[in-house]
């Protein structure tokens, strides 16, 4: 895991923003599998964005059990 911040501009009040988020990067143990739900781990993904203080998290990987769309257990486990 890790972690990106950035430092944005400041408003029309001077105020600077600045945002944070995690990083994770998943891969499947077979060509032509998908990244199981279970292997992305989103209790983990979770505790490691709020133990860095991050206010997203973003995992990234070659393709994910989504395509019951909203019904998929990977879309219902992040709605959490």
């Excluded at 944005?8 to 009040?13: E, N």
């Excluded at 739900?37 to 860095?52: C, E, L």
Aim: hydrophobic share 30%.
């Amino acid at each position: 895991m890790e972690w990106a911040e950035a430092r944005l501009a400041g408003d029309s009040h001077g105020k600077a923003h600045r945002y944070k988020v995690s990083l994770e990067a998943k891969s499947k143990e077979k060509e032509g599998t998908k990244v199981s739900a279970k292997t992305v781990g989103i209790s983990t993904i979770a505790r490691q964005r709020d133990d860095y203080e991050c206010e997203h998290a973003i995992v990234v990987g070659p393709d994910f059990p989504t395509t019951n769309g909203e019904g998929s257990a990977l879309v219902k486990e992040i709605k959490k």
